[in-house]
């Protein structure tokens, strides 16, 4: 069974930045799309950014802030967020093709 851990969440102030991460217990086909999703209490789970064979997507709300990126030679999904805002506060949670992490908390607030 394939098994997708997150890290990196935590509590930034807004303006700052975090890093997650999203390790795969064995290698990934790159040609499976892989996504970052998040949701926040009381909303319905949102797609955040998604990275193809052919490219990177980007919801239109973190669009410029956000990057997605992947290290295949590490098994491990990354996004980078910048500029957070407390709207930015939410669970996120990577997944790639029917598999899915537990999510790591994310919290922005001064």
């Known amino acids: 069974q394939v098994q997708l851990v997150e890290s990196g969440g935590g509590l930034v102030q807004p303006g700052g930045s975090l890093r997650l991460s999203c390790v795969f217990s064995?290698?990934?086909?790159?040609?499976?799309?892989a996504n970052w999703y998040r949701q926040a209490p009381d909303k319905q789970r949102e797609l955040v950014a998604t990275?193809?064979?052919?490219?990177?997507r980007y919801a239109d709300f973190v669009k410029g802030r956000f990057t997605i990126s992947r290290d295949n030679a590490k098994n491990t999904l990354y996004l980078q967020m910048n500029n957070l805002q407390p709207e930015d506060t939410a669970v996120y949670s990577c997944?790639?093709?029917?598999?899915w992490g537990q999510g790591t908390q994310v919290t922005v607030s001064s």
């Open positions: 064995e290698s990934l086909s790159s040609l499976y799309d």
């Open positions: 990275m193809t064979p052919g490219g990177t």
């Open positions: 997944s790639v093709f029917r598999w």
